[in-house]
């Protein structure tokens, strides 16, 4: 199952959009899609506590983070969407992030030993938009601190980027441009083969 992580609050923004594009590709060439908006979840935020770290796993009350857990866990490959806001991605996408640490890596605490990835092998990708035009959507200020900020948790967890797609100055669907259109159905033709 490939789990496809939604974290921009517009139904029809062009982050959303062009997940739905590559999911639909993605479907369409047999895989299993699981599509989860980030923004329609219920999850308390994290509260520093660690005692996920050698109990390896959240002990706030079950909510929607023990559930994304367990999808993650699940799928075989992973596609997240963040929208840039203020350089990173969106807080709701970064609270989930957060509940989640212990299903991403493990590492004993107060040990030297580092953090060991869970999901190593994995593939994944990331897609981000923003209405900064080229080359400013690449500055860490813009769509390439979004991308940073995810890549930084999946490389931690062990996935294998496959593909980043950054869009530049976009408010909506019609001022995509044809390359990105392709780009997003070529991986969403791809990741049926994940």
């Keep these: ?7 921009s609050p517009r139904k029809n923004g062009v982050t959303t959009s062009l997940l739905n594009i590559i999911a639909d590709e993605a479907r369409s060439a047999g ?13 308390k935020p994290c509260i ?12 706030l009350p079950r909510d929607d983070g023990h559930r994304m857990g ?5 799928c075989s490959a992973l596609v997240v969407g963040a929208p840039n806001y203020w350089g990173s991605m969106p807080g709701t996408l970064k609270i989930l992030f957060e ?4 299903v991403l890596e493990y590492y004993e605490l107060y040990t030297w030993r580092l953090p060991r990835p869970r999901h190593k092998g994995k593939k994944a990708a990331i897609v981000t938009s923003s209405l900064s035009p080229f080359p400013y959507n690449l500055l860490p200020s813009q769509g390439g601190g979004a991308l ?9 967890a062990g996935f294998d980027i496959r593909e980043q797609i ?3 100055m976009t408010r909506d669907l019609a001022q995509i441009g044809e390359r990105w259109l392709v780009r997003a159905k070529k991986l969403g033709r791809e990741i049926g083969s994940w």
């Design 31 to 43: 895989a299993q899609v699981e599509w989860v908006d980030v923004n329609k979840l219920s999850i």
């Design 99 to 102: 509940r989640i640490v212990p």
């Design 48 to 59: 520093g506590c660690l005692k996920c770290r050698p109990d390896k796993k959240c002990i």
């Design 148 to 156: 940073r900020t995810v890549r930084t948790i999946l490389n931690t």
């Design 70 to 74: 367990e999808l993650l866990e699940s």
């Design 166 to 168: 950054n869009v530049p």
């Design 1 to 7: 199952m490939i789990l496809f992580l939604n974290g």
